[in-house]
């Protein structure tokens, strides 16, 4: 088969690799579409990669080509996306179904080989099956919006109060709707790019702030009745929002950070006394899964999906570009600010 093997830093090639045959208690899946990570920049374009020659990708769909033996819950046909973590299953984490903390895990795509290829082999337990209402494109999009509702529920999340959306990227999309679908009064999204705030309001916020505007404090005040948010989800990893989560914070708010961040981070006095003063609880999120794995973040982004609940926008990719030219996809990221949205990689061009 066809693949991007990555040799070495800033040297991914097509190249002719051995298809993979479905071993017990495993799957071969036809790849359709891979979108690129975050993670998987600097593994291509740095020096981050686990090992070489490597096949990287994860967040992928397409349909069972092959199933081992021993396999009960796929046949060939399945439409399915899929579940890039391999948990040990032994460790003390794993036994408490905190499957995203296990210390001995593999991931499909950096760790083994993944699916910026024509193939890739997965454990059964590792694909999601969506119904034909669901697109393939969408299908690439699960492990994202996974991320999106496992953040949302690391907070003690309830219906009927407001919520904050810092950073109106794709994961930060997908929270604001998933915090809708479960009941918020209010999500109001914060971004500093008119695209974003305009596809936040296509996508069902009540507001959507634009955090430059002079005036976005009384916005805010507006929008809360002076109280500030119940729960706040950064979804960026910036300085800027990270700090605003305190600001933005009700008395006895929850806040997430969702968002990895790529800088050092440092809180004023008064910055950091927020936590004494408003007493809100500050967590943090990693990944997206639950028990029984890989969890209810993957039922629900599969049945949100094919409701329409969970709406997908054609914003939210910014290029297709076929396996043939994926070394031309990682050029792309060495330009700031070109790339807007996710780049598929279509296995089948």
């Known amino acids: ?50 090992f070489y020659p490597n096949v990287l990708g ?11 033996e021993e396999v009960k819950s796929f046949k060939v046909g399945d439409r399915v996306s899929g579940v890039p973590l391999i948990p040990c299953m032994e460790c003390e984490d794993c036994q408490k179904g905190n499957y995203s903390l296990c210390k001995h895990y593999s991931f499909i795509g950096s760790r083994e080989f993944g699916s910026f290829a024509e193939y890739v082999m997965v454990p059964e337990k590792n694909a999601v099956k969506f119904d034909e209402e669901v697109t393939f494109e969408q299908g690439a999009f699960f492990e994202p919006a996974t991320v999106a509702l496992h953040g949302l529920l690391r907070n003690n999340y309830q219906g009927g109060k407001t919520v904050a959306i810092l950073g109106g990227g794709t994961v930060g999309m997908f929270t604001m709707q998933w915090a809708k679908i479960f009941g918020a009064a209010k999500v109001v999204v914060f ?39 119940d729960y706040i989800y950064e979804t960026a990893g910036n300085t800027v929002t990270m700090k605003m989560a305190f600001h933005l914070a009700a008395n006895k708010a929850e806040v997430c950070f969702i968002g990895t961040p790529t800088k050092e981070l440092t809180f004023t006095v008064p910055e ?16 997206s899964y639950s028990a029984p ?13 094919k409701t329409g609940q969970l709406k997908f926008d054609d914003s939210f990719i910014y290029k297709k570009i076929p396996l043939s030219r994926i070394a031309e996809a990682f050029e792309m990221f060495k330009t700031p600010g070109l790339v807007k949205g996710k780049i598929l990689i279509d296995s089948e061009k």
């Open 272 to 287: 950091w006394e927020n936590i004494n003063r408003k007493e809100f609880k500050l967590t943090g999120s990693w990944m």
């Open 58 to 68: 994860h967040e992928f769909s397409g349909v069972v080509e092959e199933v081992g």
């Open 191 to 229: 971004d500093i790019v008119k695209e974003r705030l305009d596809l936040a309001m296509r996508l069902g916020a009540t507001a959507a702030v634009n955090t430059l505007d002079e005036d976005f404090e009384d916005q805010v005040k507006e929008l809360t009745g002076g109280r500030g948010f």
């Open 1 to 50: 088969m066809k693949a991007g093997v990555v040799h070495a830093k800033n040297d991914i090639r097509y190249e002719e690799i051995e298809k993979p045959k479905a071993l017990p208690g495993k799957i071969v899946i036809k790849v359709k579409y891979t979108g690129i990570c975050g993670s998987d920049i600097p593994r291509v374009n740095g020096d981050a990669c686990h």
């Open 293 to 305: 794995f890989p969890g209810k973040e993957w039922e629900l982004t599969a049945y949100y999906f």
